[in-house]
């Protein structure tokens, strides 16, 4: 049987046999991960956890969710390594566990080399919709088993919940605590977090073209944009002077001096655990440093304005954007080729992202520029400048254009300050804070 990190063992056996697979080869945990992630922010976890008179301690947190942007290793081989890898790539694992399927199923998921992502395509309908009937098994199988996870993850929770946490601190509780609190149906990531299918899209098929085309007509003059690709080629578009000088450096100054958050190393992801949530890892994908700017950075007077700009700029509100997400890259720092687009979005409930709103907060003295290897495009760092591309398709808003892959070239000599706003579909904060964007 192949550990599931999404799905009960129920609702595996029951894909499985929905799908016609006699017996799953066992699958561990890869070492190393194909798929390299940015861990998402804890900003407003679930809620603290409970502090009850007495507690036995042995708590595991579970940190809430993670929005990764995909990135592709070119040397992937495009071969299945198991025999099992069709069953299980109908079954929906490409999208449930991406660490794990595409470093051993790379044939099937079509996560092969870039020359092969037309494949991918190809079978992407057919994997969504095995993928939707894979968690709407795991669903069923859940409240007809009880929830195969359904469990406590702290050594105290019967206490907790005897005391009354369930209701006093129902966010931690409700997930944490499913077992004591009898919420199992809460717990378990694919009843919680199941999507909408007739949600309105934030970005519907033909609006980034509508967008870009405004701002090529004099929309946004003040922020002095240059369209710097165009249909046929997806869009792009830098600003020039998006935010002042001074504004910049306040956000730099908010980012580096507020005690306790401070960058740490950019993280990738081993995959999604039992709770469908990233596991975080350290990347060699990309060296930067990262935070991410949440609870009171958010509203600090520069970020706040920040945010509201990007939400102007693109039409999109600010509960679908990801928290703002604070680079640094110092000297020979980097992020090498990938999208950000992830693939685990398309069937979650914040949907994918649809937009990067990528702003540089620093000069820097040589390198660092963004390029995008397929648009023949190099944007060079500036104090001020932003730029804004798609990641989806604009005839298939919820679909990846991965011709907007790009890459943050060595940082030469400075330091590189950036921010990253990641823009979804639909709601990503609400989301979030109930642990349902991966
Ligand atoms: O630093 C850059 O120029 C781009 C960073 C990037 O692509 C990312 O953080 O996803
Ligand atoms: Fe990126």
């Not at 190809?122 to 009937?133: F, N």
């Not at 190393?265 to 060699?284: A, E």
């Not at 102007?312 to 509100?317: F, S």
């Not at 989806?392 to 590189?416: C, F, Q, W, Y």
């Amino acid at each position: 049987m192949k550990p599931s990190s999404f799905a009960p063992g129920a609702a595996i056996a029951l894909v499985a046999a929905l799908v016609g697979i006699v017996s799953l080869n066992q699958r561990r945990l890869p070492l190393h991960t194909l798929v390299e992630l940015t861990g998402q922010p804890r900003p407003t976890p679930l809620a603290p956890r409970p502090s009850p008179a007495s507690t036995a301690g042995g708590e595991i947190s579970t940190p809430l969710a993670s929005a990764p942007p995909m990135e592709r290793e070119p040397e992937v081989p495009c071969v299945d390594l198991s025999p099992d890898c069709t069953a299980w790539q109908r079954g929906g694992e490409c999208g449930f566990d991406p660490a794990y399927m595409h470093a051993h199923c790379a044939k099937s998921c079509g996560s092969c080399a870039r020359a092969d992502f037309d494949g991918a395509r190809a079978s992407a309908a057919a994997t969504a919709a095995a993928a939707t009937a894979a968690a709407a098994a795991a669903a069923a199988a859940s409240v007809a088993g009880g929830g195969a996870r359904c469990r406590d993850k702290a050594a105290s929770c019967p206490l907790w919940a005897a005391s009354g946490e369930c209701d006093v601190n129902p966010g931690y509780m409700k997930l944490s605590c499913a077992k004591s609190c009898g919420s199992c149906d809460w717990a378990d990531f694919s009843r919680r977090c199941r999507a909408d299918p007739n949600a309105t899209l934030a970005v519907p098929a033909g609006a980034i073209g509508e967008l870009f085309r405004a701002i090529d007509a004099g929309a946004l003059s003040r922020y002095k944009p240059r369209v710097v690709s165009r249909p046929p080629q997806p869009w792009a578009v830098v600003f020039d002077e998006f935010i002042s000088a001074e504004h910049a450096d306040e956000i730099v100054s908010v980012a580096s001096s507020e005690e306790g958050r401070l960058f740490t190393p950019s993280q990738g992801t081993g995959g999604l655990d039992d709770d469908g949530q990233l596991i975080p890892t350290l990347s060699s994908y990309r060296t930067s440093s990262t935070r991410w700017c949440d609870g009171g950075c958010l509203n600090e007077s520069a970020v706040r304005e920040l945010r509201e700009r990007v939400a102007d700029a693109t039409g999109v509100p600010d509960a679908n954007h990801e928290y703002p997400q604070l680079l640094r890259y110092t000297q020979s720092q980097y992020y090498k080729e990938h999208s950000d687009y992830i693939p685990a979005h398309r069937d979650m409930p914040c949907g994918p992202r649809v937009y990067t709103f990528f702003v540089y907060m620093s000069d820097v003295e040589e390198g660092g520029n963004t390029s995008f290897p397929q648009l023949g495009l190099s944007v060079e760092p500036k104090k001020g400048r932003a730029v804004l591309w798609p990641s989806v398709l604009d005839a298939a808003p919820r679909d990846i254009d991965e011709r907007t892959m790009h890459i943050a070239n060595p940082v030469l000599s400075g330091i590189k300050y950036s921010v990253n706003f990641w823009i979804h579909q639909h709601d990503f904060k609400a989301n979030h804070a109930i642990g349902c964007t991966g």
